[in-house]
Nanobody, 124 residues
Framework: VQLQASGGGAVQAGDSLRLSCAAS????????MGWFRQAPGKEREVVAA????????YYGDSVKSRFTVSRGNAKEAMYLQMNSLKPEDTAVYYC??????????????????WGPGTLVTVSS
């Protein structure tokens, strides 16, 4: 399984972007997927995560009410709609997935498959 995040770019504060996570190989067995980000000099953090089996959705505190995660079709496994972007949202965004539905889907360490990331730059 390979994941590829796309849709990043340079935008102004207040703009919107939609990230896509494309998966190759079988996605049927993904039990949870997530979006994570890492800003320069900071640790990787969870942005949004979904446990497909239970439909539980988790959002990081800094993105609640602004970002929305959704499931895609066979080609695009997951989307992240980002609205009202702020300069502090600047980071490389990664999508990740796991076939293990028993782990805490909010934790970075729970994910087995990672894409190379897409850069989002928000200027003020």
């Amino acid at each position: 399984v390979q994941l590829q995040a796309s849709g990043g770019g340079a935008v102004q504060a207040g703009d919107s972007l939609r990230l896509s996570c494309a998966a190759s190989g079988s996605t049927f067995y993904f039990r949870a997927m997530g979006w994570f980000r890492q800003a320069p000099g900071k640790e990787r953090e969870v942005v949004a995560a979904v446990h497909w089996s239970t439909s539980y959705v988790y959002y990081g505190d800094s993105v609640k009410s602004r970002f929305t995660v959704s499931r895609g079709n066979a080609k695009e496994a997951m989307y992240l709609q980002m609205n009202s972007l702020k300069p502090e949202d600047t980071a490389v965004y990664y999508c990740a997935a796991t076939n293990n539905g028993k782990r805490d889907y909010r934790e970075i360490g729970s994910y087995d498959f990672w894409g190379p990331g897409t850069l989002v730059t928000v200027s003020s």
